[in-house]
């Protein structure tokens, strides 16, 4: 089933390619003067050094188009003003009606991707910068399973490190059961910074933590068995966490740094024979093409540190190998704050350097600012500590179940309890996702929660309130339905946005800039209050109801599966 815009795409593309002779770009957009408009005429004339407003009329002479548009004219210096006819809105109303996609194609051509997100770190706490990376993690990749992509969640878990040899420690000074105790209580902050205290004010705890590192390195049994458990403990934290969040991490995800440690010393082989590797201060590391510091020197990437251990980038050297050669990947996606940019940059030149990222396989970092308090200072509780992501779901909660008790006292306790929770975690997602994901915001209650504006309860509430007109018209959808009149200019503006639905979550899922969804989902909310306000529905008589019905269902369906990409439910009454 082609969408409306590829239709006009299709049919601007082949009447272009008449008159120049060669394909054309019809550069076909949505336009405030017409509802689409096509500028490539006046690219074509300076081409063809002809006259722009001829050219358009000759393109517009060159094909039909009376089955698709009410009006095709030559607008300005060459524009093609497109106004869709009514006729044909409602009959791609009506495609979209019968198909549960919605109209939206899955992928000619499905890949296997890798995405890279969440990963917090073993025995410390997840920050809001974890709740970043995992909530648009998730929306990336419900995105990209709904388009029929093959979908490999990386969950690159902080598990190993020179930190391990402290921790290890404590955790032998506390006791196995005490520290398991308070690592799975979610008490991360308080296991690490104690065993950091101790490292920085105890010379013998010190020593213990650094022949411990030896030890865990070089596979000592018992060590490696007390470092399972710290994993063990903050996993099943992690998973808790992730399980109140409704995102769709599991166990199976977890791939931590500490998976490559066999691949490392291949790695620093495999770079060796590439004559990639360079001897630097001690260190073995590369210098991929591109980065110098601010004297203008080259930057290195460290494979092997001086001491002979391995450190962060060589991970993500082997990772990257590792998604590329076995995985067999063709997009990694990195789903990590942008302080890690030049990282990701450097791992990307050498694995290209190395022959191993190699189109039409690519790498993109997807990157994300910070979230700021409402002093716009980056994001701290009272106290000064960094927020606990945890807290900040339970006060979402908290926060939502008031609102709906106040607007809603009437509801029964667990079906109070179990809206509190969509609302409230879903606004907290929303106001991540509805930013652009590369700018810092800050985080604000009272906004997020907020029923009006471009918020997630606001959209909730308008797909609920939508179920209520079928509910109080005792209907129910007609998804048979394959005709549907379009007439009034409020219908016509919705069915327009509607039939974009496709388009949006094809560049959405190109760019992963979430906020070009939930600004088209706001809109449609709008769009859907115009009509809702200037055409009856169930005062309707027979065929206008009907159709006007299927405008509701469709808006509904698409709220409700526009949220659900996004990781945010859609209840059907509030
Ligand atoms: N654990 C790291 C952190 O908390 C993020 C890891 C991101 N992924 C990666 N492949 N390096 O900052």
């Not at 101790?198 to 013998?204: G, T």
């Not at 909730?460 to 509910?471: D, G, K, L």
């Not at 115009?530 to 169930?538: I, R």
């Not at 006007?548 to 369906?557: F, Y």
Request: net charge negative; aromatic share 8%; proline share 4%.
């Amino acid at each position: 089933m082609a969408t409306l815009q590829q239709l006009l795409h299709d049919r601007l593309a082949a009447a272009f390619a008449s008159v120049a002779g060669e394909p054309v770009d019809p550069s076909l957009r949505r336009s405030q003067h017409a509802d689409f408009q096509a500028d490539a005429a006046l690219g074509l004339a300076r081409r063809l050094r002809g006259n722009p407003r001829q050219i358009a009329a000759d393109v517009v002479g060159r094909a039909r188009w009376d089955d698709l548009c009410a009006s095709v004219e030559v607008s300005g210096p060459g524009f093609i003003n497109l106004t869709l006819a009514d006729d044909a809105l409602g009959t791609l109303l009506g495609a979209a009606n019968a198909d549960d996609r919605l109209g939206v194609p899955l992928a000619a051509e499905p890949e296997t991707v890798v995405v890279d997100y969440s990963a917090p770190n073993v025995a410390k706490e997840m920050h809001v910068g974890h709740l970043r990376s995992t909530v648009i993690g998730d929306s990336v990749v419900r995105l990209l399973e709904w388009l029929g992509h093959r979908v490999i969640r990386a969950n690159h878990l902080g598990d190993w490190g020179t930190p391990f040899g402290m921790l290890i420690e404590h955790l032998l000074d506390l006791g196995g059961a005490e520290a398991a105790h308070e690592l799975s209580l979610g008490d991360l902050n308080t296991f690490y910074q104690a065993a950091r205290a101790k490292f920085d004010s105890d010379e013998d705890f010190k020593t213990r933590a650094r022949n411990r590192v030896v030890a865990l390195q070089g596979g000592d049994e018992q060590t490696v068995r007390l470092w399972r458990l710290l994993v063990q403990e903050s996993e099943k934290y992690f998973l808790s966490v992730y399980d109140r969040l409704d995102v769709r991490l599991t166990g199976a995800d977890f791939f931590g740094e500490s998976a490559y440690n066999d691949m490392l010393p291949q790695v620093l082989a495999e770079l060796d024979r590439l004559g990639l590797l360079r001897e630097s201060d001690g260190a073995q590391v590369v210098f991929p093409a591109g980065f110098t510091n601010r004297e203008g020197e080259p930057l290195p990437l460290i494979v092997r540190k001086r001491d002979g251990g391995f450190g962060y980038p060589a991970t993500d050297l082997a990772a990257i190998r590792h998604r590329l050669h076995t995985l067999h990947a063709t997009r990694l996606l990195y789903v990590v704050g942008l302080p890690q940019r030049q990282h990701f940059e450097m791992v990307y030149e050498v694995a290209r350097e190395a022959g191993w990222l190699r189109p039409p396989a690519r790498a993109e970092h997807v990157g994300f600012g910070s979230v700021l308090g409402p002093d716009g200072k980056v994001f701290r509780t009272r106290a000064g500590a960094t927020v606990k992501l945890i807290d900040l779901v339970d006060e979402a909660v908290a926060r939502a179940a008031a609102l709906i008790e106040e607007k809603n006292p009437d509801l029964d306790v667990v079906e109070r309890a179990e809206l509190a929770r969509t609302v409230g975690i879903g606004a907290v997602k929303y106001a991540d996702l509805s930013n652009d994901r590369t700018r810092d915001y800050v985080f604000d209650w009272d906004r997020m929660l907020s029923l009006e504006g471009n918020t997630a309860p606001y959209l909730q509430y308008a797909r609920a309130r939508i179920e209520s007109i079928f509910r109080r018209g005792a209907t129910t959808p007609d998804r048979s339905r394959r005709t549907v009149t379009v007439a009034a200019p409020a219908e016509h503006a919705l069915a327009l946005h509607l039939l974009a639905f496709p388009e949006i979550v094809a560049e959405t899922a190109e760019s992963l800039e979430l906020h070009q969804l939930t600004g088209y989902l706001f809109r449609l909310a709008t769009l859907f209050t115009s009509f809702y306000e200037q055409c009856p529905v169930l005062r309707a008589e027979d065929d206008v109801r009907a159709s006007r019905l299927v405008l509701c269902d469709l808006t509904a369906r698409t709220l409700a599966r526009g949220l659900d990409l996004l990781g945010i439910g859609a209840p059907r009454r509030m």
